[in-house]
């Protein structure tokens, strides 16, 4: 436990003094193999290929959907000023969207919408927020809620409408707290400074 921690600080800090974080994480999970020595066959046993494959998968997916240009049809709808209403928008069709192609793949694409807004730094929060409450909505939002579905498989069964139920509630109410309070930070607070 202690050795993870400290290969870990390791790599964040590698990270910080500017060396590439896929390439420092990949450097200290080899160091930490050869550290402890385990068998690598008995840490890629555990590895669930089918997630991996689906999850990249996704991004092939959302991939292909930005370059027939699918995602142009929506360039309209994306807000240019900060607005109440166009923060509603924005994070509607975030939260549609993560839930059709995954959050992670999805923000990829939006994120190019909110570098082109006049107010990217308040849409990057709005997206940050909303990309992540969008995972509680389905089953598909989320990998996270994927893997820990797959892990509980023996123990108990969730279906998707039932998952839907609830995160129906939670995004709906942690989405909209989220967008008032950035609202107010960035239209009422922090101009004012």
């Given at each position: 436990m202690i050795k993870s921690g400290l290969v870990l600080f390791a790599v964040i800090i590698f990270w910080f003094l500017g060396f590439h974080l896929s390439f420092t994480a990949l450097c200290g999970a080899a160091f930490l193999i050869l550290m402890v020595r385990i068998s690598p066959q008995r840490?890629?046993?555990?590895?669930?290929?089918?997630?991996?494959?689906?999850?990249?998968?996704?991004?092939?997916?959302?991939?292909?959907?930005?370059?027939?240009?699918?995602?142009?049809?929506?360039?309209?709808?994306?807000?240019?000023?900060?607005?109440?209403?166009?923060?509603?928008?924005?994070?509607?069709?975030?939260?549609?969207?993560?839930?059709?192609?995954?959050?992670?793949?999805?923000?990829?694409?939006?994120?190019?919408?909110?570098?082109?807004?006049?107010?990217?730094?308040?849409?990057?929060?709005?997206?940050?927020?909303?990309?992540?409450?969008?995972?509680?909505?389905?089953?598909?939002?989320?990998?996270?809620?994927?893997?820990?579905?797959?892990?509980?498989?023996?123990?108990?069964i969730v279906g998707f409408r039932e998952y839907l139920r609830s995160g129906l509630i939670i995004t709906f109410i942690s989405s909209l707290i989220s967008i008032c309070y950035l609202f107010v930070v960035f239209k009422f607070i922090l101009n004012s400074l």
């Open positions: 840490i890629f046993s555990k590895i669930d290929l089918s997630i991996l494959l689906f999850f990249a998968g996704l991004f092939v997916v959302i991939g292909a959907m930005e370059e027939t240009g699918f995602f142009e049809y929506l360039t309209p709808y994306i807000p240019e000023e900060l607005t109440f209403e166009g923060s509603v928008i924005f994070s509607f069709i975030t939260v549609i969207f993560s839930n059709f192609f995954s959050n992670v793949p999805f923000v990829m694409v939006a994120m190019k919408w909110a570098s082109k807004t006049a107010s990217s730094e308040y849409f990057y929060y709005i997206l940050a927020a909303i990309s992540t409450l969008a995972g509680n909505l389905t089953l598909l939002g989320s990998m996270a809620n994927l893997i820990v579905v797959e892990m509980a498989k023996g123990t108990r």
